[in-house]
């Protein structure tokens, strides 16, 4: 995520500068409301408000500067939403992945506001979306093989435990030999897992052989390319920056690709009055987490620190439903993908597996 491009929105001058002489701007200046956003409303009929807070840090700086430093400026992140009378924030983008992923900055807001990462929520719908996309394509998830590329993270660890109660085989994809193998003894001692459980450090191999591909890496680079993947295969994207290259929707006509979190906000007039790429109503899954936790009127915090349970994330989906909350139409490389295009994708599959006549 570039800060100049993201800054430029809001200060158009600041386009115009090189991202270094941004960050060095950026990092002397405080956070800065960036617009209101007006009309989410229940199913239940409950109603709420909130704000959309710009936190002047580029990707880079979140990954690298002191945790010291990032802390502070999300603890004042929170200090003013507190002040304008919010009751929890939400940790979006890289803020989430930052240090000990809101552990601290939750700790530190203790009692003046409550905080999430929106994680939970990202799960639920990148698994849910994953199913969805397999229903579409007609690979029947319940005999599927599954590969989760990042399979260690505090994402993909979750994702696959999901994924284990409700799919054939599971390959768990990442550069980690005993990290992976501990995650697999974790899942087959979970009484709801059916899968075969794998330890997959070649992804490559493990590519070629999956119906289904979940990708959660933090690898920062493309991973996952059009050679690798097998006819039909449905693949969701959920990393960011991006693990699938986009050379596999530029080549591969077979193979369906779509991108996790993408959420329908419940009201009839909700407005961000800010314009952050999606079709109108439209949030990302961790941004929708933080306006069903306002909702649902909740006093605590709620997705914080790296080890999220299944426990939570099926209890956020079940938040979500209540509230009106769901997928949106799918979306890959910015792109809308309608029910008609991946009904192409799956012609193009059956043709090249059925045989040829003589
Ligand atoms: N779309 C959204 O709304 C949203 C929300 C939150 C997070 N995310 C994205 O989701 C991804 C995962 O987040 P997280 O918090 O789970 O990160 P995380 O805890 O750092 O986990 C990332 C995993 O990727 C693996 N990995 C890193 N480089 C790899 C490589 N070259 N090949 C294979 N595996 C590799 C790591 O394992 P090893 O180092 O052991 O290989 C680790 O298990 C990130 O890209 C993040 O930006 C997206």
Not at 18 to 44: C, D, F, H, Y
Request: glycine residues 8%.
């Amino acid at each position: 995520m570039e800060l100049r491009r993201d800054a430029a929105r809001k200060y158009p001058i600041l386009g115009l500068l090189p991202e270094r002489a941004v960050e060095q701007i950026a990092l002397r200046l405080s956070p800065k409301w960036m617009s209101e956003i007006t009309g989410i409303e229940s199913k239940t009929g409950a109603e709420t408000n909130g704000y959309f807070i710009g936190c002047p840090f580029s990707t880079r700086q979140l990954l690298t500067l002191p945790d010291e430093v990032v802390y502070k400026k999300l603890v004042e992140c929170g200090q003013m939403s507190a002040d304008r009378g919010a009751k929890i924030i939400g940790l979006g983008a890289y803020t989430s992945v930052a240090g000990d992923a809101g552990e601290t900055v939750a700790e530190r807001l203790k009692g003046i506001i409550n905080v999430t990462t929106g994680n939970s929520y990202t799960v639920y719908t990148a698994v849910e979306g994953l199913l969805k996309g397999a229903e579409l394509m007609g690979v029947e998830a319940a005999n599927a093989s599954v590969a989760i590329v990042g399979a260690t993270g505090s994402i993909g660890a979750v994702c696959a435990k999901i994924l284990a109660a409700q799919v054939g085989e599971v390959a768990l994809v990442g550069r980690d030999i005993s990290k992976l193998e501990k995650l697999k003894a974790d899942i087959e001692a979970r009484s709801d897992c059916r899968a075969v459980v794998k330890v997959a450090p070649e992804i490559r191999a493990a590519l070629k052989e999956a119906d289904l591909v979940l990708a959660v890496s933090s690898a920062g680079k493309e991973l996952v390319f059009p050679e690798d993947l097998k006819i039909g295969a449905v693949v969701c994207d959920v990393a960011r920056p991006r693990d699938v290259s986009k050379t596999v929707v530029e080549n591969r006509d077979d193979v369906l690709v779509i991108e996790g979190g993408v959420i329908t906000v419940p009201g009839s007039n909700v407005n961000f009055n800010f314009t952050f790429g999606f079709p109108p109503s439209t949030a990302f899954a961790c941004m929708s987490e933080t306006m069903i936790l306002s909702l649902e009127g909740t006093n605590e915090s709620y997705t914080l620190g790296r080890d999220l349970t299944v426990e939570q994330v099926m209890n956020m989906g079940k938040l979500a439903k209540k509230h009106g909350f769901e997928l949106a139409g799918f979306r890959s490389f910015e792109v809308a993908v309608s029910d008609a295009d991946i009904e192409k994708v799956r012609q193009n599959a059956q043709r090249k597996l059925r045989p040829v006549a003589a």
